[in-house]
């Protein structure tokens, strides 16, 4: 190893330890002091879209020390939420320049914000440890005893009620293609083995799991989505009435710069499709508070949106699951084209290429 590589070790351990960073973080007396600090630091990394392990240690420098200074003065949940944040974030660009026992002290630290009595931190920390976990696994070599090893540890993290289930899913998915089992198999493993006296929590979370476990691939080609949910209006959405059209499902948010992009080719292709044959759906998820249904209507009403609205806010309120989780969106816009017998048949039902698909079905 060089001198040089082996002194960014070296500064990586000091970062660990949370070595101060220069005077100004010193006398930075509040909040809002620290952050501005950490603004200023990292303006010249965050236009680099190809880091270098000498760059993810120089941010790990900024943000470490950074986030036990706002840990120190933080005076309220939120602001401590986001000093926990800035440390977790440290400690992933440590990772990725392979300092040799980041990862090591990653994991005792999320032990310890595991228990931590603010919910929000415990879930990034829950979060955080499983995607370590995956980690350790995408490492693991291909041999049938790994993959007892994997679906074990597996079924460890689903005997906990508030562990990262659609995550669990798309890892045993992956792992599944890895050992070259049947698309789904492992998943479905996973389902029987909630449902089995083995699993010993109760009913209603081993459901919770079971629909997580299920909603990395509702929105996959070929899957029939079964979209449910309440309308602006208060009245139960009815998925079968649309059987025999194409049906576009856009999952959006009225906060989205992307999703009003959309916009004006959806209303272009509902102008010259509607009649021949094509539906539009929109389903708000994620909305803000304080008024989530009354900032959809109002979008509605500003964009002249001519086609189905649900609201995921008035569908949660009469009991049924957050869209957002049942199929498990990521991000919004996320859009999928679905035909006459209501199968999906284009994910990422976007811009041109949506177009040119509704060309070819259309005209």
């Known amino acids: 190893m060089s001198f040089y590589c082996r002194l960014a070790f070296i500064l990586g351990f000091a970062f660990l330890l949370g070595c101060d960073n220069g005077a100004s973080l010193k006398n930075a007396q509040t909040f809002d002091d620290v952050v501005k600090y950490v603004d200023q630091k990292m303006e010249k990394y965050n236009n680099s879209d190809n880091r270098t392990q000498k760059d993810c240690l120089a941010i790990a420098k900024i943000l470490m020390p950074a986030s ?14 986001y000093a926990y944040q800035m440390k977790i974030e440290a400690f992933q660009h440590l990772i990725s320049a392979d300092a040799k026992g980041a990862e ?8 310890e914000l595991a228990l931590n009595e603010d919910a929000r931190v415990r879930g990034m920390a829950r979060y955080e440890r499983f995607c370590l976990f995956e980690r350790k696994v995408r490492k693991m070599q ?24 659609a995550l669990i899913a798309y890892l045993g998915w992956q792992v599944g293609k890895w050992h070259k089992i049947p698309e789904g198999q492992l998943v479905e493993n996973l389902i029987e083995y909630v449902w089995s006296p083995e699993c010993t929590l109760p009913t209603d979370v081993k459901e919770r799991h079971v629909m997580l476990l299920k909603s990395p691939f509702r929105l996959a080609i070929g899957n029939d989505p079964e979209l449910y949910g309440k309308t602006l209006d208060g009245k139960d959405f009815d998925w079968e009435s649309l059987r025999g059209k194409y049906v576009l499902i ?4 009225t906060w989205c710069g992307p999703c009003r992009g959309e916009i004006p080719g959806m209303l272009d292709a509902y102008e010259k499709y509607h009649d021949k ?47 957002g989780e049942f199929y498990n969106v990521r991000g919004v816009p996320t859009m999928v084209l679905v035909d006459k017998e209501s199968n999906i048949i284009m994910e990422d039902a976007r811009g041109e290429k949506l177009q040119v698909k509704l060309r070819e079905i259309f005209e």
Request: proline share 7%; with cysteine; hydrophobic share 30%.
């Open 277 to 323: 044959g094509l539906e539009i759906i929109s389903v708000y998820i994620w909305q803000r508070e304080p008024d989530p249904v009354g900032d959809v209507k109002k979008h509605v009403e500003e964009e002249k949106l001519p086609w189905i609205i649900i609201s995921e806010t008035l569908t949660v309120q009469a009991k049924q699951p957050k869209h």
């Open 68 to 81: 036990d200074r706002l840990l120190e003065i933080a005076q309220t949940p939120d602001e401590k939420c």
């Open 142 to 165: 291909e041999t049938p005893e790994n993959l007892e090893k994997i679906k074990t540890e597996l079924k460890t993290w689903l005997d906990q009620e508030d562990c990262p289930v």
């Open 250 to 253: 856009k999952f959006t948010a």
């Open 104 to 111: 090591q002290k990653f994991e005792t630290s999320l032990e």
